[in-house]
C-alpha cells in the first residue's frame, strides 16, 4: 500500500531541513525577496511566547494574591482545551542526535487541528498526561515556547493553522529557534520575552566560570566583554537556562508582573478555543 504524502514530509524534514534551518534563515537578512517567501511559507500569523524554566526561579509571580510559576501560563491554557496531542519524541533533538537532553520530551498540540495529526508522529493525551510532560520537561532543564507556530502544520502537512497552538520543551543545543540571531527582525520579532521577566546579572558574584558561554543563551545575548560577562537585556528572551547553569547566583530570573491572565487570553484567543 502506498505510504501517505505526509510520511514522506515529515522524514524529508527530520533528515534535511532541519540541518539546512541556519541557512535558510541567514538568507531572510540577505534579500527581500526571499524573506518575504520564508515568512509566508513558514511563519506567516506567528505569535509566539518564551516561557522560563522555572526550576531556578527566585520568585513566583504575584497576581490578586495568589503565586504562580511561569509554567502555570502554559497549564492554564492545557486546561482549558479538549484536543490534544503529545508528540513522542523532540523533532529538533532527534535531528541533532541530541546527548544532552531528553530526546523523548516531544511537543504538545492543542486545538481541533491536532486531530489530523499522524499517529506515527504524537499520540492522543488528557490534560493529566500534558500537565505531566510540563513538568516533566521543567525537571529537564527545559525552557518553552507556546504559541501559533506555522511551521509544525507544514512539516506535518496539517491545516488550518489557525487551529492548532504549539508547546515546545527547548533545550540550548538544539531548539529550532536557535536560528532567531540569524532571522531577519521583522520574523524573529515574532518571537517574544513573557511579559514580567526580568533576568539581571550580579557582577560581584560572577567567578567567571564561562558556563554561561558554553552555547547555553539560545539566542546569543550572553558574551565575554573586557573579561567580564554581558547581557543585551534587547535580545534576551527571558529562557532562564542561563540561571540553570550558574552556580555562583550571578544571573538570576525574577517574576514581578500580573501577567499571567493576559497571556492565557492571549493564547487562548489564537486557538480559538470557544466556539
Not at 516561557?51 to 502555570?72: A, D, R, V, W
Not at 529538533?92 to 523523548?104: F, G, I, V
Not at 540571531?181 to 518571537?191: A, M, Q, R, T, V
Not at 554561561?212 to 535580545?235: P, R, T
Request: charged content about 30%; proline content about 3%.
Amino acid at each position: 500500500m502506498r505510504r501517505p504524502r505526509f510520511v514522506d514530509l515529515s522524514r524529508f524534514t527530520l533528515k534535511y531541513i532541519f540541518n539546512w534551518r541556519f541557512w535558510i534563515a541567514e538568507i531572510t537578512k540577505k534579500s527581500k525577496t526571499y524573506k518575504k517567501v520564508i515568512d509566508k511559507m513558514l511563519f506567516e500569523d506567528d505569535e509566539i511566547v518564551v516561557i522560563p524554566n522555572t526550576i531556578q526561579i527566585n520568585k513566583k509571580i504575584e497576581s490578586e494574591g495568589s503565586e504562580f510559576l511561569p509554567t502555570q501560563v502554559i497549564k492554564e491554557v492545557i486546561k482549558r482545551c479538549d484536543d490534544i496531542v503529545i508528540m513522542d519524541t523532540c523533532l529538533c533533538r532527534t535531528s541533532n542526535d541530541c546527548k544532552d537532553y531528553p530526546q523523548d520530551i516531544g511537543c504538545i498540540f492543542l486545538g481541533p487541528t491536532s486531530r489530523k495529526i499522524p499517529r506515527h508522529i504524537g499520540h492522543t493525551a488528557t490534560v493529566e498526561e500534558a500537565l505531566a510532560q510540563v513538568d516533566k520537561a521543567d525537571a529537564a532543564g527545559l525552557s518553552h515556547i507556546i504559541g501559533r507556530n506555522k511551521i509544525d502544520t507544514v512539516w506535518m502537512n496539517i491545516r488550518p493553522g489557525k487551529g492548532l497552538l504549539t508547546i515546545c520543551h527547548c533545550c540550548p543545543c538544539c531548539c529550532l529557534w536557535k536560528v532567531y540571531p540569524n532571522l531577519d527582525d521583522d520574523i524573529s520579532d515574532k518571537l517574544e520575552k513573557l511579559e514580567g521577566v526580568e533576568v539581571k546579572l550580579h557582577e560581584d558574584q560572577c567567578r567567571l566560570c564561562k558556563k554561561c558561554l558554553d552555547e547555553v543563551c539560545m539566542f546569543q545575548a550572553i558574551s565575554l566583554k573586557d573579561n567580564k560577562i554581558s547581557i543585551d537585556y534587547d535580545i534576551c528572551k527571558g529562557c532562564g537556562l542561563c540561571t540553570n547553569v550558574c552556580k555562583f547566583g550571578a544571573i538570576t530570573i525574577d517574576y514581578t508582573d500580573e501577567s499571567i491572565d493576559n497571556v492565557v487570553n492571549r493564547m487562548d484567543n489564537l486557538l480559538e478555543i470557544r466556539e
